[in-house]
């Protein structure tokens, strides 16, 4: 466990989405997370991940913070990155090892070197998982320890976000006397919320449809294969919406929400808000024409780049959808369709009754999930010189639990 994650000391988790900013405060009790109170707000100051307005943002920031945390004094964050760009990008080293088979030593030491090695220019490392050992060139193993080999080497997969995204928020947050303990990566994020670990071991995708992008993530043999983001989302629904009955966004995305559906209705007459004087009329089957269109677009493009990726195509086995754009209606028939695999709406696995049923929190539950359970965590702190010790910490302690 983390040496700062302390039963009785309270952090927030904070997700800073362009339709809302959610927050929850809790402490680690007994090895498990436990949410003190969550709030939410309606965003500004961001769009497109990019920061448009600071003092709007940190408006938001504070009063989400406020809200939710029941102490005083220095606030400590968990804080999700949103990059439409994310770079994948797997990278291998090697070191020679010694004649009486791999050691604990040797582990360590591999993995820091990879770690070091691990770097493009103007980009930051959010995520780093070890996915296979080497011995002597030619034979794979996810278990090295005390096999006989004279060269070891390690691959890993690597996520990078523009470093601009870690600085602007870095900034916003100093201003504010907040102290970020780590940033984690949006999708990610959310897969370790909704997707539990025979999902992950048997191949499973997840999809995050959130209002300006949607996150892709694959998973196999617990192991990250794939993930990317594409921008489209929940938002090109309600313009589409907003467009084709001639209404504003706000009253589109409430008929989006009260009526939608990607699955033929019958043809019944319902009555949307224009605003607070004027309502219209319009058929049930006029917004599926407008909606599911949009919807197949974006699983179609899912579906295609995955495809292109024969390693992905290969091991998914199952479809999870989460994010708020994930709750309309008939959204696992045609997920099911385009995928051939079985699909589901995903659950929040931590949380109260009320965030498990809330696929929009799944992004909030995650980094919740991902600052408690330290065997799994695998995200990469800021590397200066004050957060080195704490990268070196969580391998030691990784080599400890997992080649106990």
């Known amino acids: 466990m983390f040496s700062f994650l302390k039963n009785n000391n309270q952090f927030i988790a904070l997700d800073i989405g362009s339709q809302k900013i959610s927050g929850a405060s809790f ?30 943002l940190s408006s938001i920031i504070n009063l989400v913070c406020k809200n939710v945390s029941s102490k005083s004094g220095k606030k400590e964050l968990f804080c999700n990155i949103t990059d439409p760009n994310i770079i994948t990008k797997k990278n291998t080293t090697k070191i ?26 103007g980009k930051h490392l959010i995520y780093s998982s070890p996915h296979d050992f080497i011995l002597d060139d030619d034979n794979l193993i996810s278990n090295p320890l005390g096999k006989k080999c004279s060269k070891l080497g390690l691959i890993s997969y690597n996520l990078f976000v523009e470093n601009h995204y870690i600085n602007e928020l870095g900034s916003l947050f100093k201003k504010n006397k907040v102290e970020i303990k780590n940033f984690f990566d949006s999708g990610v994020a959310s897969s370790y919320s909704c997707l539990d670990n025979n999902e992950k071991k048997e191949g499973v995708l997840c999809i995050d449809i959130g209002a300006e992008t949607t996150k892709i993530v694959v998973y196999s043999d617990n192991k990250i ?22 209404i ?26 224009i605003d607070s004087k004027r309502r219209k009329l319009i058929s049930k089957n006029l917004l599926y024409g407008i909606i599911k ?31 708020g754009a994930s709750k309309i209606f008939g959204i696992k028939n045609i997920s099911e369709n385009i995928f051939n695999r079985k699909a589901k709406v995903g659950k929040n696995l931590i949380g109260d009754i009320f965030s498990q049923d809330k696929p929009e929190f799944s992004t909030l539950m995650g ?19 004050s957060k080195v010790s704490v990268i070196m910490d969580k391998i030691d302690n990784w080599i400890e639990e997992s080649y106990a």
């Open 96 to 121: 020679n090892s010694g004649k009486l088979g791999v050691t604990k030593k040797e582990i360590r030491k591999i993995y820091r070197k990879n770690l070091t090695e691990s770097n493009i220019k």
């Open 367 to 385: 980094i919740i999930k991902l600052a408690n359970d330290f065997f799994m965590y695998n995200q990469i702190p800021n590397k200066s010189s």
């Open 248 to 273: 504003s966004i706000e009253a589109a995305e409430h008929a989006k929400i009260m009526y939608g559906s990607v699955v033929a209705p019958f043809n019944e007459k319902v009555e949307i808000e």
């Open 27 to 56: 402490i680690i009790k007994n090895g498990s997370p436990l949410i003190i109170k969550m709030d939410h707000q309606k965003s500004k100051g961001i769009r497109r991940s990019k920061l448009n307005n600071i003092e709007d």
């Open 293 to 323: 269109p949009r919807y197949e677009e974006i699983l179609e493009i899912i579906r295609d780049r995955i495809f292109d990726d024969i390693n992905a195509r290969l091991n998914i086995k199952s479809v999870v959808l989460t994010g």
């Open 225 to 246: 294969i794939f993930c990317k983001n594409l921008g489209l989302a929940g938002d090109n629904v309600t313009s589409d919406v907003s467009h084709g009955l001639q």
